[in-house]
């Protein structure tokens, strides 16, 4: 007997469920229902938005498991009251912005294998201020969120000077240097960055902790001396020439002793798990000319061959993975 098309329909399927989960997030729908559950009619009211509009939403969220209703009473399931509900510590809600962009990219996975080059890339040199700005507000909320995870799981007391590489709106390293008032963390891009990189400085009045830098961390060569560098989601929009070369130059600026923190997206060296990194591979494909996922594997290679040593690798919750070397004494 044939196989029937159940793989295809599954995956084909799939993404509505995801849709009404943005959909809700960019309402902020899950907030108005902390106090207490709310019928159709008046969760619209509390939205202000079409009630016969937002009913089939709110049934397929319930669908989803982001819902539960009773009687006509819709109400946040124990994991959306945690992480969807605005003001709480672990709100999730909005990275609506970004979802939304990476999914608009992946959309054009066929064209950009047909073609070979992004036609939508995002080019830091070339971008307009207005584009960066957009882009980087788009990150924040994720950038702090891994900056976090980062302080529960490792201990940056004992340091005192960071280098955020790549750091864009420099949001890692005011979370971490909010965290360590004996820390000063300068945050390096590229120059077209600097100036919306002060901005989000100024905004979060951490600019006696934290200095910016303009350089190129892959062309070098870099100046100053740190004990402890961070670099987020940096080398995954990069060849694998480009970043071997990036990991050659910030050894050389990493005092004898110093971690450097990587954090991103790491394949297994399967190349197929954790399987929501290998599907998420396509955003990068269609978002850079030479970005990709790689693997645990190519990162300790290279690593190596740069002259780190104790290289461990803790795979998050959410996939993305943080690996940690040090510079030999």
């Not at 937002?54 to 989803?64: E, F, G, H, I, K």
């Not at 994720?142 to 980062?150: C, N, P, Q, W, Y």
């Amino acid at each position: 007997m044939p196989p029937g098309p159940e793989t295809i329909s599954k995956h084909l399927d799939a993404v509505y469920p995801a849709f009404a989960l943005l959909a809700g997030m960019e309402l902020d729908l899950w907030t108005p229902l902390k106090e207490g559950p709310h019928t159709a009619e008046q969760l619209a009211a509390a939205l202000d938005v079409r009630f016969e509009k937002l009913r089939p939403l709110l049934y397929a969220l319930v669908a989803a498991g982001l819902l539960s209703v009773d009687e006509g009473l819709f109400s946040n399931t124990a994991e959306t009251d945690r992480y969807l509900v605005r003001g709480g510590s672990h709100f999730m809600g909005d990275l609506y912005g970004l979802n939304k962009s990476n999914w608009h990219l992946a959309l054009r996975t066929a064209d950009i294998v047909r073609s070979g080059k992004p036609p939508e890339g995002i080019d830091y040199h070339d971008a307009s201020p207005e584009e960066l700005l957009s882009l980087f507000r788009g990150f924040y909320p994720g950038v702090r969120r891994d900056a976090k995870r980062l302080l529960e799981r490792y201990d940056f007391s004992d340091y005192d000077l960071l280098l955020d590489v790549g750091g864009g709106s420099g949001a890692l390293a005011i979370t971490i240097a909010q965290a360590n008032p004996g820390l000063r963390a300068t945050v390096l891009d590229l120059p077209s960055v600097i100036p919306i990189t002060r901005q989000f400085i100024e905004e979060a009045n951490a600019a006696d902790q934290v200095a910016v830098l303009a350089g190129d961390a892959v062309h070098g060569p870099l100046s100053g001396s740190y004990n402890v560098i961070v670099a987020r989601h940096v080398i995954q929009v990069l060849s694998a020439g480009d970043g071997r070369a990036f990991l050659r130059n910030l050894i050389h600026v990493l005092e004898p002793g110093g971690v450097l923190y990587i954090i991103g997206w790491v394949l297994d060296d399967s190349r197929i798990s954790p399987s929501n990194i290998a599907a998420s591979n396509l955003v990068l494909l269609s978002a850079y000319d030479d970005g990709q996922a790689y693997t645990e594997q190519e990162y300790r290679s290279w690593l190596a061959e740069a002259g780190f040593e104790d290289i461990e690798r803790w795979i998050m919750t959410d996939g993305a993975s943080i690996i940690t070397a040090s510079k030999p004494i």
